[in-house]
């Protein structure tokens, strides 16, 4: 049975999220058609993981059986973060863009899970596991864009995900999601209702395309 890692770091309910309402719809195809699948949840939003401190850094980088009670505490997290990664055959996170970059508990998450000589180096041990992020944003920052240059979603998941983790890859970008509240952009709203139906049939065409990738 395939197991598939969700990460939801929406601060806002899936009614009121772009990536929340598009995560749902992959994960929707995937139990369809994988319903004896298994889906590990992790919201990051109603249950924020600690942000990696001198402790839990310090215990990646030494020998277990000479940490302290509290480097033994704060690797045990980091050591189920990363079993969790290791254990899954594809991985679809919710990445929305939060003031240029992604949202403060994705970064805590990713500094956790982030093991040199484990999930991180020269052989990372979820290496190849297809990962699909979802990279939502209130504007466009596509190539031509006034504000192209400030992109540092994909910029810095594509790096950090497949240049330190060795995943595989793939986004799918809900834009402009500002459009339907925001009057100044409303000429905007048809762009915006066009790249919400494609995200969510994206997801959907590849949550399928996973599964029978990996029942092949």
Do not use: C
Not at 147 to 160: K, T
Request: aromatic share 6%; charged share 20%.
């Amino acid at each position: 049975m395939a197991t598939l890692l969700l990460i939801d770091s929406s601060v806002f309910p899936e009614a009121g999220s772009a990536s929340r309402s598009v995560t749902a719809a992959f994960r929707k195809a995937w139990e369809e058609q994988h319903p004896e699948g298994t889906v590990i949840h992790r919201d990051l939003a109603t249950d924020p993981l600690p942000h990696l401190d001198g402790v839990g850094a310090s215990a990646g980088f030494s020998d277990p059986a000479s940490h302290t009670p509290e480097q033994q505490a704060a690797f045990a997290l980091r050591v189920t973060l990363a079993e969790e990664l290791e254990r899954a055959d594809a991985i679809v996170i919710g990445a929305p863009m939060y003031n240029f970059t992604i949202p403060s508990t994705l970064k805590a998450w990713l500094d956790q899970v982030i093991i040199m000589g484990r999930t991180a180096g020269e052989q990372p041990s979820a290496k190849g596991t297809p990962v699909t992020v979802v990279a939502s944003r209130g504007g466009s920052y596509a190539p031509g864009t006034p504000r192209e240059s400030f992109e540092y979603v994909q910029n810095y998941l594509e790096a950090v995900l497949n240049g330190g983790l060795g995943l595989d890859v793939d986004f799918i970008v809900p834009e402009l999601t500002m459009a339907p509240n925001n009057p100044a952009m409303a000429e905007l709203v048809p762009l915006y209702e066009t790249s919400r139906d494609k995200a969510h049939e994206d997801a959907a065409a590849k949550a399928k395309a996973l599964v029978a990738r990996l029942a092949a």
